[in-house]
Each structure stands twice: as C-alpha cells, then as structure tokens.
C-alpha cells in the first residue's frame, strides 16, 4: 500500500471513528432489533453510503418513521423507499442506467429528494439544476452534461422533461428490483454562477462518515429531529443538510418557497428543532420582528453568502443563541463552522475549522502567515472534489489542499476572519481596496438593510469603488452619509466614490448578490 493510500485509508478510519463517537453522542447509534438489522445492513450493502442506502436502512429500522413533510403531506422511510423502488423500474425502462446522467429541476418538495434517491438506485449520476438559472443557462448545462433525463416541476416547462406529477406516478411502476447498480452515481452540483454559465463540480461518492463527523463536531443535530431545510436542495448546504438528516434517522421538512412568517408557522406546527437556511432568510426573518410562535428551534445553521456580523448578534438577541454559520464552497464543502459563542465574542468570523479539516493561510509563495496576517484561504477535509465537469476548468491547489479563491486571516483564537474574494479586490489610483470591509462598515449602521460594494471601470485611476445600498426601512441616509460611514473608519482611498440606492439587491436562489446585474456594472 502506497503511503497516499495509507494516509487517506488512516483518514477514512479516523473520520468514521469520530462519526461513530457524535452519533453515539446524539442517539443516533443503540441497539437495534436484530431482524431490522439485518435488512438494513443488506440495504446498506446494495447501495452502500449513498442516498438510496440512508433511506433503505431507515425502512428496515424505522419504517413508520416520518421522513418527508412537504405540502403534499408525509411520507414515512417505508413509503420513500417503496415508492422509490417503483420509479427506478419506471425510469430504467426509459434507458436511465449507471451510464446515464439525471437532471433535477425542482423546488424544496418530496420530488427533488426522491428524484435523488432514485438515481441514487440505478447508479446514474444525478445533476442538480439551479431552479433560478435562465432557460439559456439551463439548455447549455444541459447540453454540456448530457443530460439523459430531467426531472422538473411543472411550473418550469423544461422541454421534454419528465414533470413531478409523471415522475410521481412511477412510483406504481410493477416488477421485480432493480439489479444492484454496476457503480456508485456522483452527486453534480452547479457553481453558484454569480459570473456566467454555471459549471458542474463532481464529488466521488461517500466511502466514510468523515464529513458527518465534520459538521457533527460542531453543530449539535440530535436522533430523529424534525427539520426544516429552508436551503435550496440543489445547493451544497441543502443537500448536505439533507444527508445529516438522514444519518440522524430524522424528519425533513420541506416547503416549495420560503416565507418568514410560513416558517414561523412551520416550526410550531412540525415541532422544527433544526433549520438549514441561507444567511438571506435569516435577515428576512429577523426583519418580520415576530418571536418564535412557541416552539424554540435548538439549531438554524446557515451557508451559501456572507453573514453580516450585526445581523447575527441581532438575530440571536431575539431567537437565542442558536446561530451556526457555516463558510464553504461548491467545491470544498466546508471550511470553518462559527458557533453562537464564537458570533458573540468575535462577531464577523467565519469560525474554526471542524473535526478532520486542515486550514492554512497562505501568501503569493505558498508559505503560511502567522496570525492576523492576511493570506489566501486554503482547505483540506475528507469530502474530495473530483474536478469540473467542464473542460478546462481548473481549481488552484497546494500541498494537497484546495483554494478556495478567498483571502482572510486568523485571529489569535484560530478563528478565520474573511476579507473576501481574491479577484474581487481592486486597484484604484494604486491602491488595493477589498470591498469587503467596507460592505462591513456600512452594513453595521441601522440605516442600511443590505449593502453590495464592488469594483467599476474609471478611467482615471482604473477602478474605482461603488456602493449598492438598500435603506431600512424610514431611514433617509443619502450619498455622503453612506460615505462618512466609512470615512470614519477606513483609509481615503476606500471610501466609495458611487453611491447607488436601490430597492432591492440582485441576488441568486442562495442569496448570493449577482454582481453583473448591478448598474454600471460590466
């Protein structure tokens, strides 16, 4: 055995070992009828760490086990994996193989999780599609995966897709199972494609509960809880949360569209303990100025954008310190994971690296930097990234860790403070500005409820900054107020030049501002 083989098998072991440790810790492992055992190892053994295995095992040792609410009602363990049976006969004789790969264009209901089970089944990779990309988007990803087969809500008239509503009634479809799957299918999920067409990021399947251990570390999910991914499923943070859910035996609660007061709703009447959101809800959330209806959640963990560090203090002076912030990428997962104490004492960070995750601070030579010294951010954890889909595309690399394109710094505590994207800083007048704490300075007065801040053209100094601002709501702050903000902060040379108020931001289905569709932006 080679030593990269022997290090990564170490890894493996280790990383399932701390899993173990969490699971045990939460409930998740205890004893277990033997004849529910036994079909649940043998579900697990057809089908291995995948999707399709979870909910195999959770037919054999929870059958009557809620594992789906959406708007249409409850599905048990028993029903997904029935019924998911019958739509892999169904989809196999419309030529899907392990071979073949399956598009998903589906809103946060029971179709999008059980189109994931299903390819999960035949062993077809199984390719998410962002619910808010353009039809052009869409037809060129399509063209470029080689889509076999799409699954797509109606409302999205994708052509020649298999609906929800036909894709439902598959799982009716008679026969014998389907032979056990000639290969393990990859997950494809899209770049957030903030700056064009989105490119598809491979990941190998799971051969170990490492990346549970992870997040498990940190974030304390429980046996059989109820929750709530408010998370679009077809990013990296929904479809994680749908995965630690499963691992925990609970109860995924989908709704098709957020709405804050629908999720206030929703906690109190499913008993929600845990929700996977987006920094986004979190704000629309906070900004309906209602409490909890009565049931506390013990857990909203969010991902996808920034989280503004006023917001979490707010947020948490009001819900309760059940904050989680957890900063990643398509392409690495995750990175660090902030907990409430760490938002408290360090409001802005981005946390500390979990279980298993190695994280160094880098200069333009590839060496690290002592604390508080910034650098460009890279990572290494056990969930790999198998490359693009895309030819040509590459990711940049070091000793084994991936870049994740940021740069930031570490406090004396170890917790990552971010500055923002590498590319995204600017040189005005020779100066180089990161707009991201400037956004900071700006977004932490009561004035303002969401702020962008980024590089345009000048044709004398080359760049020059301009600040996108949406006001709260009565507030009246004009141009040079938004200035003084940072003017009283920051160097001359940061303080943004534009000045544009909007109604609203840009943004994407995860809440990621699409900068080119700002004005003067190019």
């Not at 079909?39 to 999707?51: C, D, F, I, S, V």
């Not at 104490?341 to 298993?356: C, K, N, Q």
Request: proline letters at 7%; aromatic letters at 4%; glycine letters at 12%.
């Amino acid at each position: 055995m080679g030593a990269v083989t022997l290090r990564s098998a170490l890894s493996a072991a280790l990383g399932t070992s701390r899993a173990l440790v969490a699971l045990t810790r939460s409930g998740v492992v205890r004893p277990v009828r033997p004849d529910r055992l036994v079909t649940g190892l043998a579900g697990l053994a057809r089908y291995r760490l995948t999707l399709a295995g979870g909910y195999a095992f959770g037919a054999a040792r929870h059958p009557d086990r809620p594992a789906i609410v959406d708007d249409a009602g409850t599905l048990t363990y028993a029903d997904v994996h029935r019924r998911t049976e019958g739509m892999a006969r169904g989809l196999a004789r419309r030529g899907v193989t392990a071979d073949t790969r399956v598009g998903v264009l589906c809103r946060n209901h029971r179709t999008a999780v059980e189109a994931m089970v299903t390819g999960s089944k035949l062993g077809a990779d199984v390719v998410l599609l962002n619910t808010g990309m353009s039809p052009g988007q869409l037809a060129e990803v399509a063209a470029e995966l080689t889509l076999h087969t799409v699954v797509a809500d109606e409302e999205f008239a994708y052509p020649d897709a298999l609906t929800d509503t036909e894709f439902d009634a598959l799982a009716d479809t008679p026969g014998a199972p389907v032979p056990r799957p000639a290969r393990e299918g990859r997950m494809i999920v899209l770049t957030s494609g903030t700056t064009g067409t989105p490119k598809g990021a491979r990941r190998p399947p799971i051969s170990n509960l490492g990346p549970a251990a992870a997040i498990l570390s940190v974030i304390p999910l429980r046996a059989a809880d109820p929750a709530l991914i408010a998370a679009p499923l077809f990013h990296t943070w929904g479809n994680a949360g749908l995965l630690l859910i499963l691992l925990q035996g609970g109860t995924v609660v989908l709704r098709r569209k957020f709405e804050p007061e629908d999720l206030l709703d929703t906690v109190e009447r499913e008993s929600v303990e845990v929700i996977i959101g987006v920094p986004v809800m979190v704000q629309r959330l906070y900004e309906t100025g209602e409490p909890w209806r009565g049931h506390r959640p013990r857990v909203v963990a969010v991902s996808g954008s920034a989280l503004p560090s006023g917001l979490a203090e707010r947020f948490m002076d009001r819900y309760g310190d059940v904050l989680y912030n957890l900063y990643g990428s398509t392409e690495v997962s995750w990175v660090s994971i902030a907990s409430p104490r760490d938002l408290r004492e360090a409001p802005g960070t981005a946390g500390h690296p979990p279980a298993g995750t190695v994280l160094r601070i880098l200069d333009e030579d590839g060496r690290a930097v002592p604390p508080n010294t910034e650098g460009r951010v890279f990572v290494g954890n056990d969930m790999p990234f198998e490359g693009y889909t895309r030819p040509g595309a590459e990711i940049e690399t070091h000793d084994g860790l991936i870049g994740t394109g940021d740069v930031g710094h570490l406090d004396d505590a170890g917790r990552l403070h971010l500055t923002g994207r590498g590319d995204d800083m600017i040189v005005s007048g020779g100066e180089n500005v990161h707009p991201g704490p400037v956004e900071d300075l700006i977004a932490a007065s009561d004035d303002v409820r969401e702020v962008a801040v980024v590089g345009v053209p000048d044709e004398r100094f080359g760049q020059r900054l301009a600040a996108y601002v949406v006001r709260a709501p009565g507030a009246t702050v004009d141009e040079d107020g938004i200035r003084d903000l940072v003017r009283a902060k920051a160097a001359r040379y940061a303080v943004p030049r534009d000045v544009v108020f909007l109604d609203e931001l840009p943004r994407n289905q995860t809440g990621k501002v699409v900068s080119r569709e700002l004005p003067g932006v190019r």
